[in-house]
């Protein structure tokens, strides 16, 4: 029987002048069941507390792992801009980004190189054929090595 429903039922018992040996113990029952009430509610809130405490933490986690993550994002960002510093032969400004190296297709045997750019300012791709370091790269038929 619900805390209402006894209540109820004592003020109709003390309304119709019942007597205090038939109201008395109506009036234990509601303190027992009061007393048990207020002990759930006191294990409730300690659970409610508990769970409080693990959400604010999860909050805490996953926003320190946001921060985390967005500085990784910027730091990158910055690499990314860095590494983007060959004179684009479009836009004339430095922002050409290797973005591959492959043999060149005929002298690749030779040691020639092509690289692959992006211009990060204009967006237009290049490239340029690079000799392997202190080599000087003669077309065939341009004469001999050693004059
Ligand atoms: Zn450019």
């Not at 405490?53 to 909050?59: F, G, L, Q, S, T």
């Not at 973005?99 to 297709?105: E, L, N, R, Y």
Request: positive net charge.
């Amino acid at each position: 029987m619900s805390l209402l429903k006894m209540i109820d039922e004592i003020d109709t018992l003390i309304t119709n002048s019942a007597s205090i040996a038939t109201i008395k113990p109506k009036l234990h029952t509601l303190r027992e069941q009061t007393q048990a009430l207020d002990v759930e509610v006191s294990r409730v809130k300690i659970k409610y507390d508990e769970l409080q405490a693990r959400y604010e933490k999860a909050v805490a986690d996953w926003q320190k792992q946001e921060f985390d993550l967005k500085q990784q994002v910027a730091k990158l960002q910055v690499v990314d801009d860095e590494s983007a510093t060959d004179l684009c032969p479009y836009c004339k400004r430095r922002k050409g980004k290797l973005i591959d190296i492959k043999p060149h297709s005929v002298f690749g045997n030779m040691g020639v190189k092509v690289e692959y750019y992006r211009c990060t300012n204009c967006g237009k791709d290049y490239d340029q054929e690079k000799l392997p370091p202190g080599q000087i790269f003669r077309r065939p038929g341009s004469g001999p090595l050693n004059p």
